[in-house]
């Protein structure tokens, strides 16, 4: 396709980028554009109380027009404009996004944190008083954190003690580890344009909904697990079907070796994530070559001369030794939980179109939007992509012309988010889960797009839609952040534990961790079952001498006093507090909250559900 004249060329990049920092703008205020626009339409146009909680993703959805007018034009026209005009719309986009998921980290930091959130903060600020990425007073939750968030965040509390500014910087470097482990896996795959692996960085660091926010760009909890998977799988791939030497052949496979064993020693997660599917890829295309030429097994060159299957069964064996090692010595040293006693759970709990719905969501989909908004356009356009990919797929299957590298990739990653799904879904499921298996979308994305035997059609659609769903729904991200607090219950209770010089408090697991981060660390809450599950909390605060003699309390919600009406004849502490949303009782002593919380009052009154 011819590219613009360059006058054409230069007036559309001018508009666009006017439109860009315009719409920028825009989003940057939406808080205060939300509630401008209710009070316009409560006193001007209805006369009567109009329900912003009902139609504020609607309004969000319309600040975002001329942000996805932009998108879609410049998605659409985007390979007839210049090398240069590229390059600067690109840019534009990647300083946008990284301008957002900074100030939303600051400006949000507070609105959606919670106890399991705060957590990774008050785990870097014990590395931090520990002087070691792995403490031994840390009690972590489903694994072992051996390589993950903490190796960036602890370090910055040598600059700051805030745990508000600390988050906030943290939430951006780790986000930064998608578009570089992706770039890392692109360069290993041969990707040959610049372009399609930029606009895949792009769109990998863009929080496409507000899963993704809470749990990739402000949570940043699953950025190492994605991250690890693409450099093992990067690593992989080079090792084994690239031209390297020698020299980088044998530090490419120290790293894969290190790495395999890391991952075995942080948790079975990743076995099952991405090692174990990898395996299983290159043994059964083994297996089908086998079995086609009818030849004879013989171990040696089943397992050592094919390089596909010696590497992918090394990083699986190296995982495996690396979870005995986790289960056998890490697990007496340290205090986390593992899957040894899973179960599966009921048939058909978790049925295909509560999964799909799910997916749906991941991707931007919004239930109760107007049709003609942005958030619409967005709705169809996930059909989309779900459409394509899938037809883009088995075409790509089909065709058996790409490199072997890039065909395993793929079949990798169809295994990889089936078996996962069905692990997920058998036995212990959360919405959440699928987002890291979706990530792979974009590797598998950038092979199409290069594929000359697929339809041109089809690429085209995949890409123009993928592009268009993904920013569009991460300027509307953007907008909800600030536009939405998710803590508002909390804020007149932690104003008065803040102004009565507290710094210490106890509460169940949902009321501990996120009053630390929301009260930047001036009151340390222990959790009350810890005795019992110890989950996601420090051990010293618990040691007997621990602030002793210090006045502390309890905080308890009213959901749970409701569940339990004992709750209601507390004798030993004083009720200091109460609103529609949280009670305070006050203790002189540390030791009182002890005796308290073995009284018969607290018998029975939390299981583990309300722990996790």
């Keep these: 396709m011819t590219e613009f004249k360059k006058r054409t060329d ?62 879609f034009l410049d998605t659409v026209f985007f390979v007839k404009f210049s090398k240069l005009s590229k390059a600067v719309l690109l840019g534009t986009f990647f300083a946008v996004t990284a301008f957002f998921i900074t100030w939303c980290n600051f400006a949000g930091d507070t609105f959606f944190t919670n106890s399991d959130l705060a957590s990774e903060i008050l785990l870097a600020k014990e590395c931090f008083l520990n002087k070691t990425f792995w403490p031994l007073t840390w009690h972590y939750s489903t694994e072992f954190r051996l390589l993950n968030t903490q190796i960036i965040t602890a370090p910055l509390f040598f600059i700051t003690k805030n745990l508000h500014s600390i988050k906030a910087i943290s939430g951006i470097l780790v986000s930064l580890l998608l578009p570089l482990s992706l770039w890392f896996i692109l360069g290993q795959l041969k990707i040959k344009s610049v372009w399609t692996k930029l606009v895949s960085c792009l769109l990998i660091f863009c929080p496409w909904s507000m899963l993704s926010w809470d749990f990739i760009q402000y949570g940043n909890y699953y950025v190492p697990h994605v991250a690890m998977s693409f450099f093992y799988t990067g690593l992989f791939f080079s ?130 939007v107007s049709v003609l908004t942005p958030s619409g356009a967005v709705n169809v356009f996930v059909y989309v992509i779900i459409v394509f990919f899938i037809l883009n797929t088995v075409d790509f299957l089909k065709a058996k012309t790409a490199s072997q590298s890039k065909y395993i990739f793929v079949l990798y990653s169809i295994v990889m988010f089936v078996f996962n799904a069905f692990v997920f879904i058998n ?80 509460g169940t697991f949902w009321n501990a961790n996120v009053f630390t981060q929301l009260t930047d660390g001036k009151i340390e809450m222990c959790n009350i079952r810890y005795e019992d599950d110890p989950w996601l909390t420090t051990s010293r605060y618990y040691a007997p001498d621990y602030k002793a003699g210090q006045k502390t309390f309890i905080i308890l919600s009213q959901k749970e006093i409701d569940s339990d009406p004992k709750l209601n004849s507390i004798q030993i502490g004083t009720k200091v507090y109460s609103d529609k949303y949280y009670t305070v009782y006050e203790y002189q002593d540390k030791a009182l909250v002890q005796k308290e919380l073995h009284s018969p009052v607290f018998e029975d009154f939390i299981d583990a559900k309300t722990i996790k």
């Design 10 to 71: 230069i007036t559309l990049l001018v508009i666009s980028l006017i439109t860009i920092i315009a719409s920028a703008v825009i989003i940057a205020m939406s808080d205060k554009l939300l509630y401008f626009i209710q009070d316009v339409l409560q006193d001007k146009v209805f006369h009567r109380t109009f329900n912003l909680e009902k139609w504020a993703d609607t309004i969000n959805s319309l600040l975002a027009f001329p942000i996805f007018i932009v998108i």
């Design 239 to 368: 090792i084994v079907f690239n031209d390297l030497s020698s020299k980088k052949k044998k530090t490419f496979t120290v790293i894969f070796a290190v790495l395999s064993l890391i991952c075995g020693m942080s948790s079975i997660r990743y076995i099952l994530q991405f090692q174990f599917p990898l395996a299983l890829v290159t043994l059964s295309l083994a297996v089908n070559v086998m079995v086609k030429t009818n030849s004879k097994f013989s171990i040696k060159k089943f397992f050592f001369e094919n390089k596909a299957v010696f590497y992918s069964c090394l990083g699986l064996a190296l995982g495996l030794l690396g979870y005995i090692f986790n289960v056998l010595v890490l697990s007496s040293l340290y205090s986390f939980s593992n899957y040894n006693t899973l179960k599966f759970n009921e048939f058909n709990e978790i049925t295909v179109m509560h999964w799909l719905f799910d997916i749906l969501s991941e991707l931007g989909y919004k239930n109760s």
């Design 427 to 506: 036995t212990d499921y959360y919405a959440r889960y699928l987002l890291i298996l979706l990530l792979c979308i974009f590797p598998c994305m950038a092979i199409f797009a290069e594929e000359q035997n697929i339809s041109i059609i089809k690429r085209t659609v995949l890409s123009v839609s993928a592009v268009i769903v993904l920013l569009t729904s991460s300027f509307i991200c953007y907008s909800t952040v600030l536009s939405h607090n998710e803590n508002t219950d909390k804020a007149a209770v932690t104003q008065f534990l803040d102004k009565q010089g507290y710094t210490l408090g106890y």
